[in-house]
């Protein structure tokens, strides 16, 4: 009986000592800078959000950029409208591209600066304006709907005249605005989905026709002391549609003028680098499929939190992104779709799983923070780690298998400090146990859950 005792318990301490992965982070080996994390309210979903009442919008609100208690989202994108009266800063044409414009500004456009405002009150200062299309009268197809190309780019012209110009001195007006309303536009982008046609506001363009009017919005930009905003290109459907543009963009030199590569993922996820020194960020993102959903993980399906996850695990990890926006915030009495992250029927205020996976990576991971190397891996478990501009560590643990226990060492940070959050299909951003000894942390991550590290540095 002793030895047989005996025997379970070497037994059970050797498989206890087998079963627990290593990793080592190495806070010295920096890779890419994180811009962060967002969505955006376009399409009248600002408007309908800002006329909720003052406590389920603040709830709303806080579940977006709350670090404590949302998802603390940095990044937030609006839509810069084309389709004329209430929509577009010019809705009327001047008649030819050198007459004088006569915009129109509102101080509302769309109740989208109250959703800057709004954000900006949480600490976020990146705000992403983005053009769906120019004016209809700018364009080939004399509609700001249904794809055309903007008069001038190459192989493109119109009775009309180049409407170069004057689109890139419509678009340095609408930061203009709204830095006239205290709202820093930081990042400006011209197209949106450029290689599909909408019956909505679209245009159309390749990576060389971009090309044919990025330095035109960029000296427009510098001639109005706006250098500091970064010009993105170009919202393509997908991930590889996105790089066939880019490597226009790079042979064409484009690079010099550029602030960020963005891209959507409809047409295929972000699942390795563009080839570009710039920075690339996934802007839009989201399940256009199922209807509305609440879930952490059931059966994989596109509307779950955990897949969504795992996207940005895989964006941010294998694909080197610096930023991830999902489409759309919240939305008010739609509950169609889950091409949202928050519903409301007015009264209560619904996060999804969707959200809860972005929170495990906005909360903790800063914009400014690296991305730094580790060695090591865990069976199923995909690993980000980061440095934070404060000196803070945070490490993302996406576990597709079951519970996992892990030690964590660090190489070039001594972690005074360590907690560690887990959301699964029981807790959304939880506080759950972790062990700090000896300058490394151990600590179990469940099974089909994200369970991030934070950790600070000695003094
Ligand atoms: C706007 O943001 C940029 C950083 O993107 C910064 O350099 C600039 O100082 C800001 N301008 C204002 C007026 O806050
Ligand atoms: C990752 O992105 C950065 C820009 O943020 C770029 O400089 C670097 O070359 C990229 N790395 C890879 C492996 O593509
Ligand atoms: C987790 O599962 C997803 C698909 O659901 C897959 O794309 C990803 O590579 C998996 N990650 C790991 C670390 O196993």
Partial sequence: MRTLSTAVAIAAHVGMALSQAQITVNTGSTLQEIDGFGVSQAFTRAAEFEGMNPEPRRKGLDYLFSTTTGAGLTIIRNRI???????????????????????????????????????????????????WSAPGFMKTNNNEANGGYLCGVSGRSCGSGDWRRAYAHLLTQYVKFYAQEGVNVTHLGFLNEPDFVAT??????????AASFIPILHQTL???????????????????????????LVQQGMEQYLGVITSHMYTGDPNSPMNTKLKTWQTEACDLQSSWCTTWYSNGGL???????????????NANLSGYLYWEGVEVNQFQAASY?????????????????????????????????????????????????????????????????????????????????????NRAVAETAVTLSGGSVTLDVPGRAVLTLKLSASE
């Fill in 81 to 131: 409208g084309s389709k004329g009266q209430g929509d577009s800063i010019l809705p009327v044409s001047p008649g030819s591209p050198n007459a004088t414009p006569n915009y129109v500004w509102d101080g509302s456009d769309s109740s989208q600066v109250w959703f800057s405002k709004e954000a900006m009150a949480y600490g976020v200062n990146q705000i992403y304006g983005n053009a």
């Fill in 200 to 209: 909505y506001s679209s245009m159309q363009s390749d990576g060389n026709q």
């Fill in 222 to 248: 510098a001639e109005n002391d706006l250098s500091h905003v970064q010009i993105t290109c170009c919202d393509a459907m997908g991930w590889s549609s996105q790089g066939t543009m880019t490597g226009q």
């Fill in 303 to 317: 509307c779950e939190g955990m897949t969504w996850a795992n996207k940005l695990h895989t964006g941010i990890v």
């Fill in 341 to 425: 992250l928050v519903a409301s029927d007015g009264t209560n205020v619904i996060p999804s799983g969707r959200l809860w996976a972005f929170a495990q990576w906005s909360r903790f991971v800063r914009p400014g923070a690296r991305r730094v190397s580790h060695s090591g891996s865990v069976n199923n478990v995909g690993i980000g780690a980061f440095k934070n501009t404060d000196g803070t560590v945070a490490v993302v643990f996406t576990n597709n298998g079951s519970n996992q226990n892990v030690r964590v060492n660090f190489n070039g940070f001594t972690p005074s400090t360590a907690i560690a959050y887990v959301t699964d299909n």
